[in-house]
């Protein structure tokens, strides 16, 4: 195959930046064609990257023109679009979470095993962070011995105004949820959430911060403190304990600085940039991934394992109860 040819549904701040990364970043693939629901965004950016501009995702979809998509619309709109995708039998790139709810996840997964071969990725990009992958080799080595706890943060410098308390979980930690699953290798049983006082930079009304706790099949207990608001940058943070040691997730890029006093580092103030390197393996993997008619990154299963634990710990802290996270049967496709 020439190059891949890309339909990009969603041209908002980061499908703009995917279209930046596959037009002079990555290689193999450009992208022919755009849509969103704000037209005259997307006849811009058509207009900027000499691609076509679609007056629906449906429409972008089904044009012959495309091979391939990458959904980057709002999160409520990503379920119909790879339902589409599935229909036409279009790989697709679908950004997280793959859906907003476990139930039309479901659908996605039941619709992609009756097409009998995986044509959906999820965009749980941390999953090809170089940090986050040598956490997962320290791990499988042994040498921090059975993993027991892990503690995690997830701190936006501030949000946008659209945020909504479930988002804070369906939208923000969900790439917690995905990547400690990752990480462990296994599936969670329970869940909760954990409020208290709120941060008055937040916006009125918007639950925030937010603790996930989270209880894997086998026990191990993970914590992660969900903030939307921490006044000073973009920071992750994630420590995994063992039963003989630790290991933590590095601060990406940094140089330590001495000078006035004080010892420093830089801390990012945007998600884009502290993964803008995972973006691009990412992307990079997955266009090769379809050149070749094997799709093997973040899968719908995936997609759905993470919204049927962030469905669960909303229950959860609506009803302030430790929620059971029960999991369909995994079909064959994703063994
Ligand atoms: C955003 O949508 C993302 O996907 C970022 O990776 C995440 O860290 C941020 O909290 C979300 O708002």
Redesign the pocket.
């Known amino acids: 195959m020439n190059e891949l040819r890309i339909g990009v549904i969603g041209t908002g701040g980061i499908g703009r930046d995917h279209i930046r990364r596959i037009t002079h970043v990555i290689t193999g693939a450009k992208v022919v064609a755009v849509s969103d629901i704000n037209k005259r965004v997307a006849k811009e950016v058509a207009q900027q990257y000499d691609a076509k501009f679609y007056d629906s995702g449906e429409e972008l979809i089904a044009s012959p023109e495309v091979d391939a998509v990458v959904v980057t619309s709002s999160d409520q709109t990503h379920a119909k679009y790879v339902l589409a995708c599935i229909a036409a039998g279009k790989y697709v790139l679908c950004e997280?979470p793959l859906a907003s709810t476990a139930k039309d996840c479901l659908e996605i997964v039941k619709a992609e095993t009756a097409y009998g071969k995986r044509l959906v990725q999820v965009g749980f990009m941390r999953r090809f962070d170089r940090g986050y992958q040598a956490l997962k080799e320290v791990i499988k080595s042994g040498k921090i011995g059975a993993p027991l706890l892990i503690h995690a943060c997830?701190r936006?410098r501030s949000h946008i105004p659209e945020f909504t308390s479930d988002m804070v979980i369906v939208?923000?930690g969900i790439?917690e949820i995905d990547i400690s699953r990752w990480l462990l290798d296994e599936d969670y049983e329970s869940g909760q959430v954990l409020t208290g006082k709120q941060n008055r930079n937040s916006k009125a009304g918007l639950i925030d911060p937010q603790i996930m706790l989270l209880k894997t099949k086998s026990g191990v207990l993970i914590d992660v403190e969900v903030n939307l608001c921490s006044g000073y940058g973009y920071d992750i943070q994630c420590e995994v304990v063992g039963e003989k040691g630790t290991v933590r997730l590095p601060d990406p890029n940094t140089v330590l600085v001495r000078s006035e006093g004080q010892h420093s580092y830089e801390i990012y103030s945007e998600?884009s940039e502290r993964?803008i390197e995972a973006y691009d393996i990412e992307f990079q993997q997955w266009v090769n991934a379809v050149k070749k008619d094997a799709v093997d990154g973040p899968s719908a299963w995936d997609g759905y394992s993470a919204c049927i634990a962030a469905d669960a710990l909303i229950k959860s802290r609506n009803n302030s109860i430790v929620e059971p996270i029960i999991t369909a049967e995994r079909p064959q496709l994703y063994k």
């Open positions: 997280k997830h936006n939208t923000s790439h998600w993964f």
